[in-house]
């Protein structure tokens, strides 16, 4: 354990996980808001999990080339990202089906595929991450990720939003929605590159929805859930460092485990949706019976 924190902040074999942990934490924090609101959250489970089989086929043709990697398991969440949507709007299948299909085989895919490695090979920094082990390659890859989602999702807000919540009257209005989210698939894949090398493919789900759910608990505003996510992302991220560093413990795993904290918190202590206050009010069961033993009392 360090003997203080503040070296995180100025020493030079710092500075990558730190820019990265606030980047990544906040661009994910904005966008866990669709995923959470247009309830995407088994959706980017899959796409975290089916990055694997592009990894491993990389690893086979090209071994452990950075470029390459994120490449094949951009190509291969991709696959399964837009794979998903053709068949929900081709068939009668529905898209929770066809994603659970689509991620088992993926996954499986993958899992076999690294058997025919070449040689045994260390995935585990792409399964649970290694943000302390970036290298400046990784870091530029997280800035042209964030400088391309963000703005976009700031550009596309106003129809994304409507997209989300009322698609027949998006459509009438001439938004396309379908097009919509097919790019919301994409930005989704994205945020999953951007966080592999950070928080791993097993990981990178907790931050693309602890954020939002736990805005979610306090506000009602899009506009604020929007904002707030990202924020929270960002202060979850240096905070989960913080404490990786005081714990020994890994950092991607302290971030994902801060934000959990985080729900917990506002799940209990949130003012209008919050165990404490429902408790307040008295058991539902109890409600229930008052009240039938009021309407009887009338009858």
Known sequence: MSNGWLHLFYAPDMLRPLFAAVLIGFTNGVLSVFIVLRRLSLMADAISHSLLPGLAIAIILFGLAPATLV??????ALLVALGTQIIANSTRIKEDTALGLLFACAFSLGQALLKLAPARV??????????????????????????????????????????????SIASTQGVPVRTLRYFLMVVLVLA??????????????????????????FVDSFTVMFW???????????????????TDLPAGACIVLVLGVFFLASFVLSPRYGLLRRLGKGHLHAQSLARWEAERSEK
């Not at 290298?135 to 703005?151: K, Q, W």
């Not at 999953?192 to 608990?217: D, E, N």
């Not at 707030?228 to 991220?237: P, R, T």
């Open 192 to 217: 999953m590159i951007s966080s592999l090398r950070a928080v791993g493919i097993i990981l990178a789900l907790g931050t693309l929805i602890g954020p939002a759910a736990t805005v979610y608990l």
């Open 71 to 76: 490449a094949g398991a951009f190509l291969a």
């Open 122 to 167: 260390g995935i585990s920094e792409y399964l649970f991450g290694n943000i302390l082990g970036l290298s400046d390659g990784d870091l530029y890859l997280t800035y042209g990720i964030t400088l391309l989602v963000l703005p976009l999702l700031v550009l596309f807000q106003r129809p994304l939003l409507l997209m989300l919540f009322e698609p």
């Open 228 to 246: 707030v996510s990202g924020l929270l992302g960002a202060f979850a991220s240096l905070l989960g460092l913080l404490v990786s560093d005081w």
